[in-house]
């Protein structure tokens, strides 16, 4: 597919032409970056390095507290912020004193109670 073309029907601004196609790569499907030990392809470089773990045992990111490693740098957060008496949020991950705190911020920022049913509130946020 010729980029250029394709540009005239995007609505959105591109600072270089590798994100240019990234967001193509998006709508078309296209997966030209193959796992090294396996069948499976991917849209971008990150997406298969994180897959090519799977099969490495890689876990780079390492806790500031204990041994453990993780593959990902959100779950070592996770980890250390129990480490540290913190309580993370688990849709935004955002991090908090207690677990009465998280449950404040889920139900107001979120609108989601402990059950994982919605809530409707009528008090108004400064974010809004």
Request: glycine share 4%.
């Amino acid at each position: 597919m010729n980029e250029n073309i394709y540009a005239i029907f995007v609505t959105k601004k591109f600072f270089t032409l590798q994100v240019l196609r990234r967001h193509i790569d998006s709508h078309t499907g296209d997966r030209r970056f193959k796992c090294k030990f396996c069948d499976k392809a991917f849209r971008s470089s990150s997406e298969r390095r994180r897959h090519e773990m799977i099969h490495t045992g890689e876990k780079p990111h390492h806790c500031e507290y204990c041994e453990k490693t993780f593959k990902s740098k959100y779950n070592r957060d996770v980890h250390v912020s129990a480490h540290r008496g913190e309580q993370p949020c688990y849709i935004c991950g955002g991090k908090f004193l207690n677990a009465e705190v998280v449950n404040l911020h889920t139900k107001f920022k979120h609108k989601v109670k402990l059950d994982g049913t919605t809530v409707e509130t009528n008090i108004e946020r400064d974010d809004q």
